[in-house]
């Protein structure tokens, strides 16, 4: 039986509330990226060049302290879920990424946006999950309903 593991950063709660709909429809555990120094409104404010959420995605070799990490090593497969930002996964997500053992795992992202698209985010997320699969991710609507989120979701493991 393939033991599955979502994890995700939400900086808003979109994410999250995807990734419980996700966890739920496959039996996975869920598991929350939190980071060390939570993240302001401020922060956030992708207007503002001088934010922190501005100057980390400028940096991509920037990684944000996370507040903990969860042994990957009873998985098979690990959803990562995180909200798109400058097109890309935050770096937040290659922080928990590389601080866990995907050898012989398969990794598959998805993610939440107002209307950007995934782009590059699953090449770009590829070297920090190192010894992994790393599979053609998708972004969802805040209005996905857990089938469509299933359906994804069965059709990539």
């Known amino acids: ?57 400028k940096d991509k070799s920037y990684r944000p302290a996370i507040a903990g990490t969860t042994d990957t090593s009873g998985y098979d497969v690990v959803f990562v879920g995180f909200p798109i930002w400058w097109y890309v996964a935050p770096t937040i997500v290659n922080t928990f990424l590389e601080s866990c053992d995907l050898t012989g795992k398969k990794v598959i992202p998805f993610a939440t946006s107002g209307g950007s698209g995934m782009g590059r985010t699953s090449a770009e997320l590829a070297p920090s999950c190192k010894g992994a699969t790393v599979a053609e991710g998708k972004r969802f609507s805040s209005s996905a309903s857990e089938k469509d989120i299933a359906d994804w979701a069965r059709s990539k493991m």
């Open 1 to 57: 039986m393939t033991k599955i593991l979502v994890a995700y950063f939400s900086a808003s709660g979109t994410t999250a509330k995807l990734a419980d709909k996700l966890a739920g429809a496959v039996g996975a555990d869920l598991f929350e990226i939190i980071p060390a120094v939570p993240y302001s409104n401020k922060d956030l404010d992708w207007t503002d060049s001088s934010s922190r959420s501005s100057r980390e995605m």
